[in-house]
């Protein structure tokens, strides 16, 4: 069974530009989850999706936004770009999104906002 | 909401010691705890997990983990550690707040020397 893929693994964008990241969870997980992660800040909840739906959504700026398409896979999109998004940026996904569950994580993408 | 405290940001260790990485949580009227794993260049992957039931779980790797509900504390153990034990983990706890999301600590950097 093919693991969650991000793609793509890295990114260079200068200040000002957007980007759109993919993420394809694991075949039958239909949860979705974002998180960015940066040294020493830990991994901050971006937002969670379901069934095309946002369940959730942390405090991150309207810049960020995502969505879900009908085959579970996602995209998160980053508009106006500024040096503080450079970060690495998880996917994650389950079964159900329930709270019991565990979460299977892609390898990341590694923006980096010059 | 729930949080999580890491209280360690770096582990050095020597290889075969024991080790204890610390974690607390915020309480709850029933909590779902996790500690995932971070391998340089990965995504997380799951050490354990504690639901309900006995408050000693075992995972991966020669990982354990106690659940003390009076401290609110779930903290990480392994008896003899490996060079190979050298990552990064992140404690979590699950929480529906309107939707589901897990919640990550800070994280703590097990660096373990021969």
């Known amino acids: 069974k093919a693991g969650v893929t991000q793609t793509p693994r890295y990114l260079i964008k200068t200040r000002g530009q957007q980007v759109t990241l993919s993420c394809s969870p694991i075949?039958?997980?239909?949860?979705v989850s974002w998180y960015q992660q940066t040294p020493g800040q830990g991994l901050q909840f971006l937002f969670e999706?379901?069934?095309?739906?946002?369940?959730n959504k942390g405090n991150f700026p309207g810049r960020f936004s995502g969505r879900q398409f009908s085959n579970s896979r996602s995209e998160m999109n980053v508009s106006t770009l500024e040096l503080g998004d450079s970060a690495l940026y998880l996917c994650?996904?389950?079964?159900?999104?329930?709270?019991?569950?565990?979460?299977?994580f892609g390898s990341g993408t590694q923006l980096s906002v010059l | 909401a729930q949080s999580v405290t890491q209280l360690d940001s770096q582990v050095p260790v020597f290889e075969e010691a024991p080790v204890e990485l610390r974690c607390n949580y915020s309480?709850?009227?029933?909590?779902?705890l996790f500690w995932y794993v971070q391998y340089p260049n990965q995504g997380l992957q799951l050490l354990l997990k504690y639901l309900s039931g006995s408050t000693l779980v075992k995972g991966i790797n020669g990982f354990e983990a106690e659940f003390n509900k009076s401290q609110t504390s779930f903290h990480l153990r392994k008896p003899s550690v490996h060079i190979s034990d050298t990552a990064e983990y992140f404690c979590a706890v699950s929480d529906w707040a309107g939707g589901f999301k897990t919640i990550f600590g800070a994280g703590t950097r097990l660096f373990v020397k021969a």
């Open positions: 309480s709850s009227v029933s909590v779902y």
């Open positions: 994650a996904s389950s079964r159900q999104g329930s709270t019991n569950e565990k979460l299977f």
């Open positions: 999706y379901f069934s095309e739906t946002q369940r």
């Open positions: 075949s039958g997980h239909r949860s």
